[in-house]
């Protein structure tokens, strides 16, 4: 069963400290994973894209990283501010279907506090 | 930012009453779509678009309904809302024949069926 499973669930950290987000999937035939910020009661922002040959990818202060053999990736944020509090959404693209089917994780709410 | 426009932003309404979702983009975007996302939760797919005159169901069951009468525009309905009905509704759009299929949303529509 095609799955996205993302931890943790939520986190909370200091304004200016890092932290890492955790997506492990299952969805084959892969395509290309996506990291997506939402804000509260908004539609979801893309970060980043990576296919199948990328394994890093970033975006200002926002790294994400695929392992595409362990069917894992990463988002690193740096010196986090507090407009970075939000949901952090991975999502895995696949091609096995014309659509292109995308399967969503449930997020990480990330709560950066002063 | 993504041109892409859903209206009501909130909308608070009575059981039994008809309703139209709006969503619009001016990216020219030939595919498009709906997604339902309930509180903490992943985004489900309930509706998409190839193109005009073209709509197909998603992986979600649900009991909206959608047209595809210009490129730009691609409204849900719902013809008696149900406390069930109450979520927000995503509307996204993205290029036919794009390298990565990238998603754009709208900010999305808070609905609540009292």
């Known amino acids: 069963k095609n799955q996205v499973e993302q931890s943790p669930q939520s986190l909370i950290i200091l304004e200016g400290k890092n932290c890492t987000l955790q997506?492990?999937?299952?969805?084959?035939?892969?395509?290309?994973l996506r990291w997506y910020k939402q804000d509260t009661g908004r539609g979801p922002v893309s970060l980043t894209i990576?296919?199948?040959?990328?394994n890093t990818k970033s975006n200002g202060r926002y790294t994400a990283t695929l392992d595409a053999d362990t069917k894992q990736s990463s988002l690193h944020i740096t010196a986090s501010q507090l407009s970075d509090s939000a949901s952090y959404i991975c999502?895995?693209?696949?091609?096995?279907?014309?659509?292109?089917?995308?399967?969503f994780g449930r997020g990480t709410q990330l709560t950066v506090w002063p | 930012e993504a041109d892409i426009y859903q209206t009501p932003r909130y909308l608070v309404i009575g059981t039994g009453k008809k309703i139209t979702l709006e969503c619009s983009q001016t990216?020219?975007?030939?595919?498009m779509y709906w997604y339902q996302q309930d509180p903490g939760m992943e985004l489900h797919l309930i509706h998409y678009?190839?193109?005009?005159?073209?709509?197909e169901k998603g992986d979600l069951s649900s009991e909206s309904t959608v047209s595809r009468i210009r490129t730009e525009h691609f409204p849900l309905t719902l013809e008696s809302a149900r406390p069930s009905h109450t979520s927000q509704y995503l509307c996204?759009?993205?290029?036919?024949?794009?390298?990565?299929?990238?998603?754009?949303f709208g900010p999305g529509t808070r609905l609540t069926v009292t």
């Open positions: 996204a759009s993205s290029e036919e024949g794009g390298k990565t299929d990238e998603q754009y």
């Open positions: 997506c492990n999937y299952t969805v084959s035939p892969f395509s290309n």
């Open positions: 990576m296919t199948f040959s990328e």
């Open positions: 999502v895995v693209s696949d091609r096995g279907s014309t659509l292109g089917r995308l399967y």
């Open positions: 990216m020219g975007h030939d595919k």
């Open positions: 678009s190839y193109g005009v005159n073209s709509t």
